[in-house]
């Protein structure tokens, strides 16, 4: 027997989430975001799920990228991050990648070395995220020395959104203003379709007018909303990743009598505690607080103490017929991922994109 903490990751339930992407922007083509091994989900495994069904792919970096395609992928892939010296623009090219420019010195890397074909380029523009990316302001002179290199075939102007997942926010709104703004001299000088890329999942999913050439689905072809609050959009998302474990101890303790390290939970009458044979070592976050909700067979129960390495501790006093052996699900479809999140002073992005390989993966379609 293995130890029965464990990933399973629905495959066609990642591929449904892409359906809905498409279906909110038809007339758009689909980047999948597949950085940081698809969100904890198996970039791998989910490429070959998808790669009929999207245009492109993109990642983080070229390590991530030559993975891929060491792995088999054919789709191009888009590195979000750009290359980081010259060396690596050979290897981006040599292995159908297309690359970000972002700042002088990846532009001045671009336009001063000999590459043998040219590349496709997304040029990144600072509208109010302030990470990454050119100013407004340069945008015109930039764009004209790309369009002049030899080195440069296609050119997409893309930005990126800090607070999509604000509906109707005034931030949003600001930065699409402010990208429309700066790209239109180029739109309307140009003698061929300048194509655009905005949406990342929270501005498809609530900015409609984001939804131009290329969207960069992430968050959501993995079943997790964007948001803190309900939006129609996003409910029919599915999340793609089931975390469970099983009870492996049942005790019943007595009034006044604590569980787990620290002694911080305390039982207020007499309790029946179940031990589930998962930990911060699996994944779990151990910012979780008492109270964090469990399911046991389907049932909400909630966390007792402190959690620990391997193991975690849940009050199922009030559950029916809990035995050795029942499963516990940590999160999932029934059990969303952002609300285990809440309750650990975190997000579900990080949740699931920091799982640890000594949980097993399980992919099923």
């Known amino acids: 027997m293995s130890r029965p903490a464990k990933i399973i990751i629905d495959l066609a339930a990642i591929q449904a989430n892409c359906r809905l992407a498409q279906t909110l922007a038809p007339h758009s083509k689909t980047v999948a975001v597949v950085k940081a091994d698809a969100y904890g989900h198996g970039a791998v495994e989910v490429t070959k799920a998808l790669e009929p069904q999207v245009e492109m792919f993109t990642v983080s970096c070229l390590e991530e990228a030559l993975i891929l395609r060491e792995n088999g992928l054919k789709k191009p892939i888009l590195l979000l991050e750009g290359c980081f010296d010259i060396g690596e623009l050979k290897i981006a090219l040599d292995n159908q990648c297309e690359i970000i420019v972002h700042s002088r010195l990846q532009l001045e890397q671009l336009l001063n070395t000999r590459l043998k074909t ?11 995220m302030h990470r990454l990316g050119i100013l407004p302001k340069e945008v015109e002179s930039i764009y004209a020395k790309l369009v002049e290199s030899s080195n440069v075939n296609n050119i997409v102007l893309m930005t990126h959104f800090a607070h999509a997942d604000a509906v109707g926010g005034a931030h949003t709104a600001k930065q699409i203003s402010q990208f429309e703004t700066c790209i239109q001299p ?17 501005a498809l999913l609530a900015w409609q007018q984001t939804r131009v050439d290329w969207n960069r689905p992430g968050i959501m072809l993995y079943g997790l909303s964007p948001f803190a609050e309900t939006i129609e959009e996003a409910t029919a998302l599915i999340p793609a990743m089931n975390f469970e474990s099983q009870v492996i101890a049942l005790r019943e303790i007595l009034t006044g009598e604590s569980v787990g390290y620290g002694c911080t939970w305390t039982a207020q009458r007499p309790s029946v505690i179940a031990t589930i044979a998962v930990g911060y070592g699996d994944g779990y ?21 402190r959690v620990s390495m391997d193991l975690i501790s849940v009050d ?8 050795l052996g029942d499963k516990a699900v940590l999160w999932g479809k029934t059990l969303s991922a952002n609300e285990v ?25």
């Open 186 to 202: 180029i739109v309307a000088h140009a003698n061929h379709k300048v194509e655009l890329s905005m949406a990342n999942s929270a």
């Open 118 to 128: 040219p590349l496709n380029i997304w040029l990144k523009i600072d509208t109010g």
């Open 285 to 305: 976050p151990r910012t979780a607080k008492s109270g964090t909700p469990v399911l046991i067979n389907n049932q909400r129960a909630p966390l007792a103490g």
């Open 341 to 365: 999140a809440s309750w650990a002073d975190t997000i579900g992005y990080e949740l699931v994109t920091r799982m640890p390989r000594r949980v097993t993966r399980h992919f099923v379609k």
């Open 316 to 323: 199922v006093t009030e559950l029916a017929n809990v035995q």
